[in-house]
């Protein structure tokens, strides 16, 4: 008889994000979060930044945001010119790769007084404090 095999632990990635659409988030929390009704926690300028830059300063906001228990950021890309902004179209990607991936649960186009298309309501997930049990 052949010894067992050892068991293979795997590792599912957070199924990706894009407008409006996320998983585990409910209808209402969606529709305040299109609708610009939460209340915006942080505000990050990207305008005039290389993709570099503007990847390492969106991964190091989200972290201080959820480390600081922020919960709706609004994150300003600019609309770019005729061709379309790269950090606009670069920041949701950005966002669905690590390690911001695991701290975002959904994003939206801004409503037109906070940026429009040219920025996005970033929703990050509640930070949950570890529980103790008590013996």
């Known amino acids: 008889m052949p010894p067992p095999k050892p068991a293979v632990t795997v590792t599912l990635a957070p199924p990706e994000i894009s407008h409006g659409r996320a998983a585990g988030i409910d ?17 990050l300028d990207l305008h005039g930044l290389t993709q570099e830059k503007a990847a390492a300063r969106l991964a190091d906001f989200i972290e ?3 480390s600081a ?10 609309k770019g010119l005729a ?3 790269v950090l606009r179209d670069q920041v949701p990607r950005w966002l669905n790769q690590p390690p911001n991936r ?10 037109p007084q906070d940026g429009g ?11 949950r404090e570890p529980t103790t049990s008590k013996s």
Request: aromatic letters at 6%; hydrophobic letters at 35%; a positive charge.
């Open 64 to 66: 201080r945001a959820e």
């Open 27 to 43: 209808r209402r929390s969606a529709e305040r979060l299109r609708r610009g009704h939460l209340p915006i926690d942080g505000r």
């Open 83 to 85: 061709s379309g902004g």
């Open 102 to 111: 695991a701290r975002v649960l959904a994003f939206d186009y801004a409503r």
């Open 117 to 127: 298309s040219g920025a996005l309501y970033v929703l990050l997930k509640r930070r």
């Open 69 to 78: 228990g922020k919960r709706c950021l609004l994150v300003i890309t600019g």
